[in-house]
């Protein structure tokens, strides 16, 4: 994480959530509890919302995560359309 430093005050704390979220997300998915992952997205994208757009506060690498996750969560869901 050294070289993650950086940005605007407060994005750390943005940051260090969406990489616990992505890592989360990579667990309940070898073990198969996707009902568990439902529940991480919702506070991610209230509090990150239009900044995952962007890609100015968080590393590409996480955000690229994160969004398969999501994606994949969608297609497990047969919610193709989000």
């Not at 979220?21 to 994208?45: D, T």
Request: net charge positive; hydrophobic share 40%.
């Amino acid at each position: 994480w050294p070289a993650r430093r950086g940005g605007p005050p407060g994005a750390s704390k943005k940051r260090a959530t969406l990489y616990v979220v992505s890592q989360l997300m990579k667990i309940y998915f070898k073990l198969n509890l996707l009902k568990l992952a439902q529940p991480l997205i919702r506070p991610v994208e209230a509090s990150a919302g239009k900044a995952l757009e962007s890609n100015s506060v968080f590393p590409v690498g996480d955000v690229v995560s994160y969004r398969f996750f999501v994606g994949r969560l969608r297609m497990f869901e047969d919610r193709y359309e989000e």
